[in-house]
């Protein structure tokens, strides 16, 4: 058994746990084709992590999370994932990694969003949601730039996912600020947990804008029935995507191992790779 643990939470809807399953096995072979100890599966629940006593500490040896094994064993806190020593492969947003998560992990490589509108190569977007009126939803610009339309949403309530999502909250307050705006221009803001239960609040006229990134929108579109009850009316400009990460003690030849995987099974025969390498 691996004395690692991976994890692809970022867009591991119940609907499409088959496919991200699918994904982890392709990387997980390759993993292991170049000698890497990949695990067998991906963990989901805080149950499934290794247990740190005294919990988990960072390079200087100061305590940065608890021990997994005082969580609610069946909930999986992301944090707790992404800081853990034994975290080998995982996903983790631009938005925790700026608020201080990038000091204590390590990069291995951006995917891909050109299957999605609204993704280039490694930069991914937020569509601007609220609630269907018949018109046509605004399609993702080509010039990747953001699509803010300041009428629409000012006096509205803006629901988004939490507080540190870069797709949800941070992306767009920095759009507005370019714009010499700030989300006071909002007459309340409220946190939903997730980008699915924003949706839903929009969709049910408890909110009335939320920014969902292109591949939950994606995935909304195929699997959350709300979704049918609103339209896009706006995009957030094109930014890094959802990094893959590994902890910070990992060894190099480790991480030169996985990059090196992750380009062979995401690249495929594509003309354009479908990882942009960090080195």
């Known amino acids: 058994m691996s ?10 809807w119940p609907e499409a746990r ?23 599966t991906i963990v989901r629940r805080n149950g499934d992590l290794p247990p740190v006593p005294g919990g988990i ?18 909930e999986l806190d992301f944090h707790q994932l992404w800081l853990s020593p034994a975290l080998l492969f995982g996903q ?5 990694m700026e608020l201080g998560l990038a000091r204590h992990v390590q990069v291995i490589a951006q995917p891909n969003y050109d299957a999605f509108e609204g993704g280039q190569g490694e930069l991914y977007s937020s569509a601007l949601v609220m609630a269907a009126d018949g018109g046509s939803s605004v399609a993702s610009p080509q010039d990747g730039k953001a699509v803010i339309p300041l009428d629409l949403l000012r006096g509205k309530r803006f629901i988004f996912n939490n507080s540190d999502s870069m797709s949800g909250l941070i992306a767009l ?10 989300l006071d221009i909002f007459a309340s803001r409220g946190e939903s947990g997730g980008h699915r239960s924003s949706i839903v609040a929009v969709a049910e006229g408890r909110a009335d804008i939320a920014a969902i990134d292109c591949e939950s929108w994606a995935l909304a579109q195929r699997f959350e029935p709300a979704a049918q009850g609103v339209k896009v009316v706006g995009w957030t400009a094109r930014r890094k995507g959802l990094p893959y990460i590994t902890a910070r003690t990992t060894p190099a030849s480790v991480v030169a191992a996985m990059r090196e995987a992750v380009a062979a099974v995401e690249g495929g025969a594509s003309e354009q790779p479908l990882v942009q390498l960090v080195g």
């Open 92 to 96: 983790t947003c631009w938005g925790p």
């Open 3 to 12: 004395k690692f643990v991976a994890a692809l939470p970022m867009y591991d």
């Open 18 to 40: 088959g496919e991200v399953d699918a994904q982890w096995a392709r990387l997980r072979d390759a993993f292991r084709q170049r000698g890497v100890d990949a695990p067998e």
């Open 57 to 74: 500490l960072d390079a200087a040896g100061e305590v940065i999370a608890p021990d997994p094994a005082t969580l609610p064993p069946d």
């Open 173 to 182: 307050t920095r759009d507005l600020e370019a714009m010499g705006e700030s």
